[in-house]
């Protein structure tokens, strides 16, 4: 079955320090990984996703096929990355298409 | 302006009124679902719809149902609420499946008594 796992329920930082929130899933084809982001009071929305390989607000995730990852890393973080942030899969199979999430990483990233 | 709304955004209901959240998209997308956010449990989906009378259980489907009649509205049903189902729910759209982009709704708090 697939899943998707985000071992860390709370991340909290120092303003500058590096982030990395960790996604590792578990599916026998060829995944399409994505994260999405809640800010307070907003809606969830997409980040970024794998197959795209670009940087958005500074975040990049990079898709580990071997050690089945999808961790997504920022060199310096901001106050306003302050968020929850969730790992998505998306699979495919048969005639069926669908998406599951992580169970969410919040980000605090302190002054 | 592209978006997906949901009504209400906050109900409070006592157990065994029914009751329907309602979500429409005005993006012609094909793709619907819905998703309720406890804390510690993350994101888990209720129903997903892939077109038009075309539906299918998610993760946590008990108790709950939903229609899929026009392309722009899936609402979400719930017959007879229990206090387990006070949550926040989301639902969200994309274009043609689960992997792409899911426009999120604004979500709708529900509280059971």
């Known amino acids: 079955a697939q899943r998707v796992t985000q071992p860390e329920k709370l991340l909290s930082v120092f303003k500058g320090a590096p982030v990395e929130l960790k996604c590792n899933y578990s599916?026998?084809?060829?995944?399409?990984l994505f994260w999405y982001v809640q800010y307070s009071r907003q809606r969830l929305q997409l980040l970024l996703r794998h197959i795209s390989r670009e940087s958005i607000k500074g975040f990049t995730a990079d898709l580990n096929k071997g050690e089945t990852s999808f961790h997504l890393k920022k060199p310096f973080a901001q106050e306003e990355d302050s968020a929850m942030y969730y790992c998505?899969?998306?699979?495919?199979?048969?005639?069926?298409?669908?998406?599951?999430f992580g169970k969410g990483t919040k980000l605090s990233v302190k002054p | 302006e592209a978006q997906v709304t949901q009504n209400p955004r906050y109900l409070i209901t006592v157990t065994g009124k029914k009751l329907t959240v309602t979500c429409s998209q005005n993006?012609?997308?094909?793709?619907m679902s819905w998703y309720r956010q406890d804390p510690g449990l993350g994101l888990r989906q209720i129903y997903y719809s892939m077109n038009v009378e075309v539906t299918d259980k998610g993760d946590v489907p008990e108790g709950y149902k939903v229609s899929r009649k026009e392309k722009r509205n899936f609402p979400l049903i719930l017959e007879s609420p229990s206090p387990n189902q006070t949550s926040l729910y989301f639902c969200a759209s994309s274009l043609g499946t689960g992997r792409d982009e899911q426009y999120f709704g604004p979500g709708t708090r529900l509280t059971v008594t």
């Open positions: 993006m012609n997308h094909e793709y």
């Open positions: 998505a899969l998306a699979w495919w199979g048969g005639s069926q298409g669908n998406l599951i």
């Open positions: 599916y026998s084809g060829s995944p399409e």
